[in-house]
């Protein structure tokens, strides 16, 4: 008689409601290592047209193949993020969304994302459709506790604010995205930016923190 238990998932589903949790989990660490194993292979691969298929693996479309082939996701290695994986949902024209597993990355069709890319998807990141995103772009939901003792280096708690990147959008190479960020459609950010706060629409904003330049 089997004595196996279905594993325990208390932390995995508190970091998917974006509440405190521990990181070193033993079944989030499973799930993370899963998905890195798909993503070293994506980002491993030095041909071209065999990576773009691994890519329309990664980034699964519901729907007939006329409706996959419009879902242009381009990626270039190396991409890191944490709990990707491939169940996706199929919006009308280039406003299709590609959903990744129930986890936390939704992306719009005909986006690009350059080299160097990080996002830590512990939280919700939804990125709009035509958004381009230039090398070495960091984005962040993760947060700690401030204080020095509770956040107790590998033993504390963790949590998340949501980001969302509007459409047609264009982030310059080098940006770091902050916890909690919302970025509208139609945005401009000048390279190396530090987006601590909310973007309105249709502006251009840069430097560090990332102010207000102009309205488009």
Sequence with gaps: MSTSS???TTEFERMLRCESYHAGDPYIR????????RLDEINAEADVARRSALLKDF???EGDEAEKKKARVVIVPPFFCEYVSVLCELYDGIDEVVTLQGFNITV???LFIHKGCTILDVGPVRIGARTLIGPNVQIYTPTHPLSPE?????????ASKPITIGKDCWVGGGTIILPGVNIGDGVTIGAGSVVTKDVESRTVVAGNPARFIKSI
Aim: charged share 40%.
């Design 6 to 8: 279905a594993p325990d």
């Design 30 to 37: 499973k799930v993370a290592d899963e998905q890195a194993v």
């Design 59 to 61: 980034f699964k479309v």
């Design 108 to 110: 719009g069709g005909d």
């Design 150 to 158: 509770e956040r107790n280096g590998l033993d504390g708690p963790e």
